[in-house]
């Protein structure tokens, strides 16, 4: 694979919130220096040069490990790679910017811009770093799966208020419905309420201890999700003594739209699915 002659190198190579300064052989967080030993910097820098290509374990070999190097090539490249995603916050299971591709190598996936060192002394860099999936500025992850813990949340305490307020939920469905019909709204209360609290419990504490396979889990629970969500959409209605139609119309717009906000703020924190490959180290 062709590698970039080294008078084409920028001496800055700046992804998300990081750069990496060629130079001085640094890697900086928001400007604060990140300590990352030199083979692994090495293979770092090597990817940031080939970002969005694959390079090969075999390159990697002969880039960094000379020939007459008498070292075990495979633990120390897996090591280094290691060390790499340790200093960058990342993960195998759920890439943000190091992809393995088994028995193959590995990719940079995320964009990268570069910059001669003279000209970001004085201008601050203007570009924002893109999420690969969604276009959108990549946001912090702390962030983003603390807004996600509060939709469970906030689920968590619809069911558990809805168990709690049974009866006054059977008087207002008897108020509109009456019957049967009143009958099967309770009954749609009790049960998606008491599915619904073990799944709350479940998303609050794979997002707690940052599951790494979560994006993936979700993926396959989404559908479910958002038919639960979607009835559970309509208990506004219920409040309508209280809050009037208009407020309880607003409150239903609103919850019919927050699953696929949930969805969206899985795939910003897990953004890729989890694959052999990106388990393979």
Same mark, same amino acid.
């Not at 407020?247 to 795939?267: H, K």
């Given at each position: 694979?062709?590698?970039?002659?080294?008078?084409?190198?920028?001496?800055?190579?700046?992804?998300?919130?990081?750069?990496?300064?060629?130079?001085? =052989?640094?890697? !900086?967080?928001?400007? @604060?220096? #990140?300590?990352?030993?030199?083979?692994? %910097?090495? &293979?770092?820098?090597?990817?940031?040069?080939?970002?969005?290509?694959?390079?090969?374990?075999?390159?990697?070999?002969?880039?960094?490990?000379?020939?007459?190097?008498?070292?075990?090539?495979?633990?120390?490249?897996?090591?280094?790679?290691?060390?790499?995603?340790?200093?960058?916050?990342?993960?195998?299971?759920?890439?943000?910017?190091?992809?393995?591709?088994?028995?193959?190598?590995?990719?940079?996936?995320?964009?990268?811009?570069?910059?001669?060192?003279?000209?970001?002394?004085?201008?601050?860099?203007?570009?924002?770093?893109?999420?690969?999936?969604?276009?959108?500025?990549?946001?912090?992850? =702390?962030?983003? !799966?603390?807004?996600? @813990?509060? #939709?469970?949340?906030?689920?968590?305490? %619809?069911? &558990?208020?809805?168990?709690?307020?049974?009866?006054?939920?059977?008087?207002?469905?008897?108020?509109?419905?009456?019957?049967?019909?009143?009958?099967?709204?309770?009954?749609?209360?009790?049960?998606?309420?008491?599915?619904?609290?073990?799944?709350?419990?479940?998303?609050?504490?794979?997002?707690?201890?940052?599951?790494?396979?979560?994006?993936?889990?979700?993926?396959?629970?989404?559908?479910?999700?958002?038919?639960?969500?979607?009835?559970?959409?309509?208990?506004?209605?219920?409040?309508?003594?209280?809050?009037?139609?208009?407020?309880?119309?607003?409150?239903?717009?609103?919850?019919?739209?927050?699953?696929?906000?949930?969805?969206?703020?899985?795939?910003?924190?897990?953004?890729?699915?989890?694959?052999?490959?990106?388990?393979?180290?």
């Amino acid at each position: 694979m062709p590698m970039p002659p080294s008078n084409r190198e920028a001496a800055l190579l700046r992804f998300g919130v990081f750069e990496v300064d060629l130079a001085a =052989g640094e890697l !900086r967080k928001n400007g @604060a220096r #990140i300590r990352l030993q030199e083979q692994p %910097f090495q &293979v770092l820098t090597t990817l940031l040069q080939n970002a969005g290509q694959v390079v090969t374990r075999e390159n990697l070999r002969e880039t960094i490990w000379p020939a007459d190097t008498f070292v075990d090539f495979d633990h120390s490249l897996n090591t280094a790679v290691n060390k790499i995603r340790e200093s960058l916050g990342d993960s195998a299971s759920s890439p943000r910017f190091v992809e393995t591709l088994a028995r193959r190598g590995y990719r940079f996936i995320a964009p990268v811009d570069s910059a001669a060192a003279a000209a970001t002394v004085s201008v601050p860099a203007l570009e924002i770093a893109l999420h690969p999936e969604l276009h959108v500025p990549v946001p912090r992850r =702390g962030l983003v !799966r603390a807004l996600f @813990a509060l #939709i469970q949340a906030m689920y968590l305490i %619809f069911y &558990v208020s809805g168990l709690a307020h049974l009866h006054d939920a059977d008087q207002v469905a008897s108020s509109f419905l009456p019957g049967w019909r009143a009958l099967f709204i309770v009954g749609a209360v009790l049960v998606t309420g008491a599915v619904g609290i073990p799944l709350r419990l479940y998303l609050l504490s794979a997002i707690a201890f940052d599951f790494r396979r979560l994006g993936s889990t979700f993926g396959r629970l989404f559908p479910f999700v958002l038919a639960l969500d979607q009835l559970w959409a309509i208990a506004p209605f219920l409040l309508v003594p209280q809050i009037g139609v208009g407020l309880a119309f607003a409150a239903t717009a609103a919850l019919l739209y927050v699953p696929f906000s949930e969805r969206t703020l899985v795939r910003m924190a897990y953004s890729l699915p989890v694959t052999p490959d990106a388990l393979s180290n």
